[in-house]
């Protein structure tokens, strides 16, 4: 059984910050669970241009307010806490936290990082074969 605190993690280098959001990885790779689940902040006013192009990601927002635009599309959805969205096809998007406050997001990556990712040029965090290459 694997039991975490966040307000533990948040001291530990399971924090990682990056321009316009902060990320609490609570389970990583190493843990070998298939996958990985993280308590990340969207900076307010921060605007995220990001493309998981090597993870599929599920997030649900548990506080603050914002928006998700699909590249592709163009489509606009509301983010507020209670609404989910999956990056099912490694879509390309632009996540918007409101001026007001950060939004609080509950994310699962498939598959798991390893816990220092950080978005690339092209909003992606690297394939994980890339990390250990690079070890």
């Given at each position: 059984?694997?039991?975490?605190?966040?307000?533990?993690?948040?001291?530990?280098?399971?924090?990682?910050?990056?321009?316009?959001?902060?990320?609490v990885?609570?389970?990583?790779?190493?843990?070998?669970?298939?996958?990985?689940?993280?308590?990340?902040?969207?900076?307010?006013?921060?605007?995220?241009?990001?493309h998981?192009?090597?993870?599929?990601?599920?997030?649900?927002?548990?506080?603050?307010?914002?928006?998700?635009?699909?590249i592709a599309?163009?489509?606009?959805?509301?983010?507020?806490p209670g609404?989910m969205?999956?990056?099912?096809?490694?879509?390309?998007?632009?996540?918007?936290a409101?001026?007001g406050?950060?939004?609080?997001?509950?994310?699962?990556?498939?598959?798991?990082?390893?816990?220092k990712?950080?978005?690339?040029?092209?909003?992606?965090?690297?394939?994980?074969?890339?990390?250990?290459?690079?070890?």
């Amino acid at each position: 059984m694997i039991v975490r605190d966040l307000a533990k993690e948040i001291l530990t280098e399971r924090r990682v910050d990056s321009d316009g959001w902060s990320s609490v990885r609570l389970l990583l790779k190493d843990d070998r669970m298939g996958f990985s689940f993280h308590i990340t902040t969207i900076h307010a006013g921060a605007e995220l241009h990001m493309h998981y192009k090597n993870h599929l990601e599920s997030v649900f927002c548990m506080e603050g307010t914002g928006s998700i635009t699909d590249i592709a599309t163009g489509e606009t959805h509301t983010i507020r806490p209670g609404v989910m969205y999956a990056l099912n096809k490694n879509d390309k998007h632009i996540l918007r936290a409101d001026a007001g406050a950060p939004m609080m997001m509950a994310c699962v990556f498939n598959p798991p990082v390893t816990g220092k990712e950080v978005h690339g040029a092209d909003g992606a965090y690297p394939a994980d074969a890339a990390l250990e290459n690079s070890a």
